[in-house]
């Protein structure tokens, strides 16, 4: 029923709100969490529970040692192999721990910093690959770098690298991986911009890697950073996007032409021997006649020497002798010879090469007896007493 209905007693919502009970004194609180610890610690509860008796001191002895048990114990760890613990007190660089148990002060007073030394850690610079089946994204910021030869070239880099030492690699660097990356950035420009873009693209890849590891390594050693670079591979060295195709017509052209010097170089290594042979014949050639001749000319002065000394003793007989070898070679070339006769108007004919072919023929096909009657032929030894004839009327009138 509502309040202000027959039997309710005339009371309102606000009736009673001046016997409500005021908050809880706090000396009385205090007082009552001092009773329940006296009572946890053993204390007399007949007492008037103001300070603790002997029992509860030491039951507080007992809680305190074993909080400062438990607390020495938090100090144990674990480090497991690769990894090296770093020990700090209030921040300060104290060890460096093996892996295996260590025991350290516990907090708040030391603290231990776990660092793997054997993890392989990876950077990239130029390219970020992504993640989750992501194809990888070039960083133009990054890759795009100048060549000495001033074209401008797409360069994407990973670096391997892992802590070689923890103190160093904690303490010496604020933030080692920003700076083994802007290391490696600045290192990567200045080995690109002293080189050509053909070098960088082509043949040069190996030692342009080579040389940036060699400068990273040193710079970071510099510093103290506590990093080994392991390993630089050059993921991709390409022009820009927008000479892609210009670049590759270039390409096309110079395999073009390394094509063609090849095949120049494959002709002049046939061609080149062959002449070099053909000209080494033509000399030996020469070398022989020039020694032929050098030697029929000294045996022609050998001979003339001593022909020379015949003719000082008999001058006569020599010279007959030389006029009688002359007319020999003559007419021994010769097939056709006209006789004079002595004291008659008539020219004999000697068939020369149809006597030589008899020659050669008879002694073959002739018998012996007709051999015999063939050189008892009084025409043939009255031609031949006319040839003696006329030649030695000719010496005479030559005399």
Known sequence: ?????????????????????????????????????????????????DAPNGASLKSLGYLGA?????????????????????????????????PGLNWHIPNPIENVDIVNISQQRFLEVGYRSGGGGQASGSVPKEALMLTKDENIVDVRLAVQYQVKDAREFLFNVYNPVAT????????????????????????????????????????????NSGILITSVNLQDAQPPEQVQGAFEDAIKAREDKQRLINEAEGYSNDVIPKARGAASRKTQEGEA??????????????????????????????????????????????????????????????????LAKQTA???????????????????????????????????????
């Open 1 to 49: 029923m509502s309040w202000n209905e027959p039997g309710g007693d005339k009371k309102d919502p606000w009736s009673g709100r001046d016997d409500q009970k005021g908050p809880p004194d706090l000396d009385e609180a205090i007082k009552s969490l001092q009773e329940k610890l006296g009572r946890l610690f053993g204390g007399n509860n007949g007492g008037d529970g």
């Open 361 to 399: 023929v008879e002694p073959e096909l002739t018998p012996p007896s007709q051999a015999a009657i063939t050189s008892t032929n009084p025409k043939s030894t009255a031609a031949q007493d006319d040839a003696r004839s006329a030649a030695r009327g000719r010496e005479t009138r030559g005399r």
């Open 289 to 354: 006649y020039k020694s032929r001749v050098i030697s029929a000319a000294e045996g022609e002065v050998s001979r003339f020497t001593h022909l020379l000394g015949e003719y000082t003793k008999a001058p006569e007989v020599t010279r007959q002798r030389l006029y009688i070898e002359a007319m020999e070679n003559v007419l021994g070339n010769t097939s056709t010879v006209m006789v004079d006769v002595k004291g008659g108007n008539n020219m004999l004919y000697l068939p020369l090469d149809k």
């Open 180 to 223: 083994l990356s802007q290391v490696t950035e600045s290192v990567e420009r200045g080995v690109i911009g002293h080189s050509n873009m053909d070098f960088v693209l082509t043949e040069g890849r190996t030692e342009v890697v080579a040389e940036i590891k060699k400068e990273i390594q040193t710079i970071m050693d510099l510093y």
């Open 66 to 98: 074993g909080i400062v048990v438990l607390w020495a114990f938090s100090g144990f760890y674990i480090v497991d192999e690769g990894n090296r613990g770093v020990e700090t007190r209030f921040g300060k660089y104290v060890a460096t721990t093996e």
